[in-house]
């Protein structure tokens, strides 16, 4: 199933240990998604939960003219690169999202978020790779449908069946097909493409805005809503 050997993951035999302890006990599951899920970065607020469902190094769309960012700067690649620990880690996301079941994983998420001071507000899924399958898309709707705070996504998959999606959104970042709620590109030069409005985040790193200054995903939910316009990064 894996183009890796999943077995020599560092940290797969922990995890599995952890797997085995946790039974039926949502709890303990919910212990072990929190270490799953990372809370925002310099881009995205913190109350966003941020879930891969593997690495870019794993993504099906690495190399393909599908994904419309070369592989050297992928950003979600790049950190794989430099930070050993970074791609295992995503690994064991990808195994730990092909076990649990879309009920367990979202009363597991569910559970860990009525734990913390600062509830998360949204779930941003696949910050790095990107969903593989019709059936990825089918278990995180029925997320989407089970968690009381929306869940939103990018993907270059337009090859699959995004009308499985009514429960999520879906920004597209490739025009190959005509899928999810909206287009998210880039657009080179001042002019936007009709019902299309820039990205708040993108516009202030273009003006030289600092990282910690700038309007963060969470804060806009342009991409997190379903309904609304085109999105463009501005590309100078
Ligand atoms: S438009 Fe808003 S939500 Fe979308 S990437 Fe930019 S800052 Fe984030």
Redesign the pocket.
Known sequence: MYEYDIDAVDGIDRLRARMDDAGDDVTAWSHILSDYIQSGNT??SKTTAIFNMGSAHDCPNRETDNCQVPWEACYAGKAERVYKQTLPYRRRQEYLWDCMTPELFADAFMALNARKRKPYDSLRVSEAGDFRSDADIVRMNRIAELIDIPVYTYSASDYLDWSLAPSFTV?ASNDFADYGDRR?MAVTGDTLPDNTVW????LQQADGVPADDR??????????NADGPN?A?PLH
Request: charged share 20%.
């Open positions: 881009k995205i920004n998210f990205c708040p985040n993108g309007i963060k995903c969470g804060e806009c939910r342009l991409c997190i999105v990064i």
